[in-house]
């Protein structure tokens, strides 16, 4: 069973990692007067609640600290969107995570090169998709072309069958060729591009 997760500095904040250290400090003291007004009546949770916001501004206001804390966040306290957990998927990160001795930036990282790896595979899905259909409409084109002419006088039909018999199977040859040169030449390249326009 999933154990409960601690919320992250910024969640307790109720702000984003991107924050700036302005927004931060406002809402730190939003937050604080809010909770000081409950603790005068003598609510222990709002005492502890102080604690927890002071804890998470001292650390969130401190660039240094800050950026260690970043650094050192993992799956114990945030997903790779850094949002709160599904309990089912919160075993299933820590699970990884234990069995693989990384921490939250190697997985991150290697998480960021399997999505780009995705992208590439699925863009070359896409044109050599594009590519095939292209091919069949001009085949059914040449297709339907002969089947027009066929219609014409006796001694032009049989010039037809023998030329589309020849036709077809040259346009099939050419294709393929087509294909070969379009997926392991252009696309190669294009690919390269794309893979030194995102780095």
């Known amino acids: ?9 910024y969640e307790i904040l109720g702000v984003s990692k ?3 250290k302005e927004t931060i400090e406002a809402t730190y003291q939003k937050e604080l007067e809010f909770w000081e007004r409950l603790q005068a009546p003598g609510s222990p949770e709002a005492r502890e609640k102080i604690l927890e916001l002071t804890k998470a501004f001292l650390t969130l206001s401190d660039p240094k600290k800050r950026k260690e804390y970043d650094s050192q966040l993992d799956f114990e306290f945030v ?9 089912e998927i919160e075993e299933a990160y820590d699970q990884y995570r234990l069995n693989h001795n990384k921490t939250y930036q190697e997985i991150l ?6 999505r780009e790896e995705m992208g590439d595979t699925l863009w070359i899905l896409k044109k050599t ?19 027009l002419l066929m219609d014409s006088h006796e001694t032009e039909k049989l010039w037809l069958d023998s030329f589309s018999g020849w036709g077809s199977g040259i346009f099939l040859i050419l294709s393929a060729l087509g294909y070969l040169f379009f997926r392991f030449r252009f696309l190669r390249k294009e690919l390269e591009k794309r893979k030194e326009k995102r780095n």
């Open 1 to 9: 069973m999933a154990r409960t997760k601690r919320e992250t500095f």
């Open 18 to 20: 991107e924050s700036t």
């Open 79 to 87: 997903l790779l969107d850094g949002k709160a957990k599904d309990p």
């Open 109 to 114: 990282g290697e998480f960021t090169k399997f």
């Open 129 to 147: 998709t594009i590519y095939m259909v292209l091919n069949l409409l001009i085949y059914s084109g040449f297709v339907l072309s002969h089947s």
